[in-house]
Nanobody, 130 residues
Framework: QSPLVESGGGVVQFGGSLTLSCVAA?????????VAWFRQAPGKGREPIAC?????????YYLDSIKGRFTISRDNSKETVYLQMNNLKPEDTAFYYC?????????????????????WGQGTQVTVSS
């Protein structure tokens, strides 16, 4: 079982907002690790969304369709990574996952563009109605 746990998903109408949270429930914590979000819609492959450095200072957004609408952030005092999603659209409907790589010589932010997703949690479903 993965130590990562996603929460905050649900059903929202077009234009609505949701905030997803990612925490580590296992023997490790997230405060020293970069963390990424990706999603997978029914019948489609995994789509990298965004990544945030361990400090929270640097962020990367990989998916053009969400730029300006989604924001990745973290609060290391709470050991939590967030994905704030605004102006949600039906095409955002998917299972959303956070991911990290506990290999000290690997950075999930560098691995995601290569199709390497490290370790992820059970996911949380986001459904946007039209």
């Amino acid at each position: 079982q993965s130590p990562l746990v996603e929460s905050g998903g649900g059903v929202v109408q077009f234009g609505g907002s949701l905030t997803l949270s990612c925490v580590a429930a296992g023997f490790t914590s997230l405060d020293r690790l970069p963390v990424a979000w990706f999603r997978q819609a029914p019948g489609k492959g995994r789509e990298p969304i965004a990544c945030i450095s361990h400090s929270g200072f640097a962020t990367d957004y990989y998916l053009d369709s969400i730029k300006g609408r989604f924001t990745i952030s973290r609060d290391n005092s709470k050991e939590t990574v967030y994905l704030q999603m605004n102006n949600l659209k039906p095409e955002d409907t998917a299972f959303y996952y956070c991911a990290a790589d506990w290999d000290p010589f690997s950075d999930i932010c560098n691995e995601l563009p290569k199709g390497h997703y490290g370790t992820w949690g059970q996911g949380t479903q986001v459904t946007v109605s039209s």
